[in-house]
């Protein structure tokens, strides 16, 4: 019983403890006062940021370090703590505006993001079952509050109810799935699942499908695919918006990052019966998403429609993990953090007196008003759409070439025939913004100085990464390379 | 492994059994003699008042919460305590780091005023 290897943790911690500081903060200002909670929460999430490079920058620091067999601190858990650091430094920025502009500046609210973000540090580092199911917990416990934070809005109570209904049913099935593999396997731990249900023949085989299957479906309501995807829209529309900005890029990163853990080494051995499965999945998430979307009158819930028709551009590519998808995932993960935090900051930016841009006749004539972010959000959209120059281009086209490698050449052929699709809806937003009458008064607040930061770094992500996408490309093979 | 649940399957049926068995049998020799006192809801013999879907403070609600968070901190006390020499320094720290974020906590409820009643 000697000292247990801490390192993987330490950004966690670190992390962790700058939320207690925080909620002690609120707790001490007093009634009606504000503490310094933005100053501390972006203190914390970059000495985090910082502990993660330090760590993977040599062996000594911890690189291929292990906590007790449950955490580990290899380069794919640390490449995608950064990218969430990342998300959350700018979700910290974006909500420091939003909540003055909605009247519910909290110290509780940057607490909550933080216990969050501890959550999803610890979700894409984990190699042991029930580490997996304490960190979703913890990311997603504290999401539920984020989502109902706003108490004066009967539509942030109902996404707040019905994510947390639909969450925890989520929970209980992975839940299930974990107890099938620990009965068959005698074992939570990742290596030891893969090992022990490796042959086909096996007698136990039909209940290692049947805790694939349970973990498939908790897993695909975390990342809301077809047809577990029911909660997306209502939640993503009701949360305040700058949660959903959060949820949406933070999540998604988390959880594609315990997915590919979990199905790319411990399931590995399995791939030839999950395949089939993720592979329908995929199909009905990139058709549905997309036609769905097509009939949204409100900004959010198409884009709320259009996660889930990414999530299933995500799982086009899981069908060829763990060898070349991996990589794909890991580097649209990237870009897609990134244009998520960007669509939904851009309207959160312009919240003022606690009303917000929430259909699309509300975005008509911005180009005039506010040329800068019109044009911002027009790169977002391009993005996601996947044309040239953005990171939403090179990322789908590493996701379709991977799936096509698979020899799932039809997966790719309805990705790329549902993203011509996709340019309909998202190009109505530029229509409304370039092409129609500005109300004859601006409705809508000037951009903060710290959501114009998080705008700007996020547009030069997206258009980073479309025009020199090498460098994270090689970051994200690195990562790839570590789940072999 | 499946033989061994072959007991467990055996008492789930005699249970299943006896009960519909009883219930069964009394449903055919007895008869229905209906009063209200056999009709009133069983309380260990003390009368019931009013209908048990009553409106109570919600601030029940914040004590509960207060108090899973200290139950839950009692519950991981007790077994430490007995490893207690065991787990040496480690374990002590352990502990004490447990116990700070529950403190963490302690002091917010305190301080935003869950406890005035």
């Not at chain 1, 001490?28 to 910082?50: E, I, M, R, T, W």
């Not at chain 1, 700018?90 to 909550?112: I, K």
């Not at chain 1, 042959?199 to 479906?217: E, F, W």
């Not at chain 1, 841009?357 to 008003?369: E, I």
Request: charged letters at 10%; proline letters at 4%.
């Amino acid at each position: 019983m000697n000292a247990v290897d801490l390192r993987p943790a330490y950004p966690a911690i670190i992390v962790a403890v700058t939320a207690v500081v925080v909620l002690l903060l609120q707790a001490f200002a007093g009634k009606g006062k504000h503490g310094p909670y933005v100053p501390f929460s972006l203190a914390g999430l970059a000495a985090a940021f910082l502990a993660t490079v330090m760590i993977a920058s040599s062996q000594e620091r911890g690189l291929g370090s292990h906590t007790g067999g449950a955490l580990v601190a290899d380069e794919l858990a640390l490449f995608l703590e950064a990218v969430i650091l990342g998300v959350a430094l700018l979700a910290v920025l974006l909500s420091s505006s939003y909540l003055r502009a909605t009247n519910s500046e909290r110290g509780e609210h940057y607490a909550l993001l933080l216990f969050s973000v501890v959550g999803m540090l610890g979700l894409v580092a984990v190699t042991e079952m029930i580490s997996l199911f304490v960190a979703l917990e913890i990311m997603s416990v504290a999401l539920y509050a984020l989502c109902g934070s706003r108490r004066d809005q009967v539509e942030s109570q109902e996404s707040a109810v019905k994510y947390f209904i639909t969450g925890a049913f989520s929970s209980a099935f992975l839940l299930f799935g974990i107890a099938m593999l620990y009965g068959v396997s005698g074992s939570t731990s990742l290596g030891r699942i893969g090992s022990a249900v490796t042959s086909a023949s096996d007698p136990n085989h039909g209940l290692v499908l049947l805790g694939v299957g349970l973990l498939l479906v908790g897993f695909g309501f975390k990342i809301a695919c077809v047809p577990f995807h029911m909660w997306a829209p209502d939640v993503y529309e009701g949360a305040p918006t700058t949660v959903t900005a959060f949820m949406a890029a933070g999540v998604k990163v988390a959880a594609f990052g315990a997915l590919l853990r979990v199905f790319g080494t411990g399931l590995a051995s399995l791939a030839d019966d999950w395949r089939p499965l993720v592979a329908i999945l995929a199909v009905f998430s990139m058709v549905l998403g997309n036609l769905a979307a097509l009939a949204q009158s409100s900004v959010k819930r198409m884009l709320a429609y259009s996660s889930v028709s990414h999530a299933g551009y995500l799982l086009a590519a899981l069908v060829a993990a763990p060898r070349v998808s991996a990589e794909a995932v890991i580097f649209y993960l990237v870009g897609y953090a990134a244009v998520n935090l960007g669509t939904f900051g851009a309207l959160s930016s312009l919240a003022r007196d606690g009303r917000e841009p929430v259909t699309f006749d509300h975005l008509s004539g911005l180009s005039r008003r506010h040329p800068v972010l019109a044009a911002a959000f027009t790169v977002f959209l391009i993005s996601l759409m996947g044309v040239p120059v953005s990171a939403g281009f090179v990322g789908k086209f590493y996701l379709f070439t991977a799936a096509v490698g698979a020899g799932y050449t039809p997966l790719a052929i309805v990705g790329v025939l549902m993203s011509v699709v996709s340019a309909y809806y998202y190009l109505r937003v530029v229509v409304h913004m370039y092409m129609k009458d500005a109300p004859v008064e601006d409705a809508w607040a000037p951009v903060s100085t710290t959501s114009a930061l998080a705008l700007a770094v996020s547009v030069l992500v997206v258009l980073g990464l479309g025009i020199w996408p090498a460098g994270v490309l090689a970051l994200a093979h690195a990562a790839a390379q570590s789940l072999l | 492994m499946l033989p061994s649940y072959v007991p467990v399957l055996i008492l789930a049926l005699v249970a299943i059994g006896f009960s519909a068995f009883t219930l069964g049998l009394s449903q055919l020799l007895g008869k229905p003699r209906p009063n209200p006192a056999k009709n009133s809801v069983y309380e260990c013999g003390v009368p019931p008042i009013g209908t048990a879907r009553e409106r109570f403070p919600i601030k029940f609600y914040m004590i509960c919460m207060i108090f899973i968070l200290l139950d839950v901190d009692a519950a991981f006390l007790y077994p430490w305590a007995l490893v207690f020499r065991d787990l040496g320094v480690f374990g002590f720290l352990e502990m004490g780091a447990f116990m700070l974020l529950l403190g963490g906590g302690f002091t917010y409820a305190w301080k935003v005023g869950a406890f005035d009643w």
